[in-house]
Nanobody
Framework: QAQLVESGGGLVQPGGSLRLSCTAS????????IAWFRQAPGKGREGVSC????????IYAENVRGRFAISRDNTNGTAYLQMNSLKLEDTGTYYC?????????????????WGKGTLVTGSS
């Protein structure tokens, strides 16, 4: 059974850092682009970042570029989102997704598999 599980969320002060993990099971992550999305309270789900399967090329939303870094370790079936210099606006539930099709589907917010999310809350 294909599954993605996020972890690493928590409560952070502005300017702090968190590292989110997305671990795959039941399928081979090697062939999947992995994307991170987030949903702030009262808002729709938005794309944060994506990393392609083949060449490891990445995409970042403009409002996180330079602060967040996506990576993957196929040997562990895990992708990561390192979040630095966090802002209150980064608050939300973060979801990872996986697609065989490429990060183009990140823009469609369409994934083959979704995790259930991990909450990131900024507090000052």
């Amino acid at each position: 059974q294909a599954q993605l599980v996020e972890s690493g969320g928590g409560l952070v002060q502005p300017g702090g850092s968190l590292r989110l993990s997305c671990t795959a099971s039941g399928f081979n992550m090697d062939y999947y682009a992995i994307a991170w999305f987030r949903q702030a309270p009262g808002k729709g789900r938005e794309g944060v970042s994506c990393i392609n399967a083949g060449d490891g090329s990445t995409i970042y939303a403009e409002n996180v570029r330079g602060r967040f870094a996506i990576s993957r370790d196929n040997t562990n079936g895990t992708a990561y989102l390192q979040m630095n210099s966090l802002k209150l606006e980064d608050t939300g539930t973060y979801y990872c997704g996986a697609t065989t099709r490429s990060c183009i589907w990140y823009y469609r917010r369409s994934m083959d598999h979704w995790g259930k999310g991990t909450l990131v809350t900024g507090s000052s």
